[in-house]
């Protein structure tokens, strides 16, 4: 059986934390900023761990992360 690909996009998004979770970064931190609160263009900073309905999906998608 030949090996299954990883979805380099996928990759590049999400990061596997010690524990097992997918840790991925925020959207709307890229343009039009100006209108944005400090407060909020800070929290968009964190890191969040991806929802757990769409775990088994990426799961699939990163095979070998």
């Known amino acids: ?8 996009s996928a990759a590049k998004r999400f990061k596997l934390t010690g524990t097992g979770k997918l840790k991925r970064s925020k959207a709307y931190k890229s ?7 400090t407060k909020r263009k800070r929290n968009l900073r964190q890191a969040a761990v991806t929802d757990c309905t769409n775990v088994k999906n990426m799961k699939k998608i990163l095979p070998y992360i």
């Open 1 to 8: 059986m030949p090996k299954m690909k990883t979805s380099r």
């Open 31 to 37: 343009h039009i900023l100006t209108k944005k609160s």
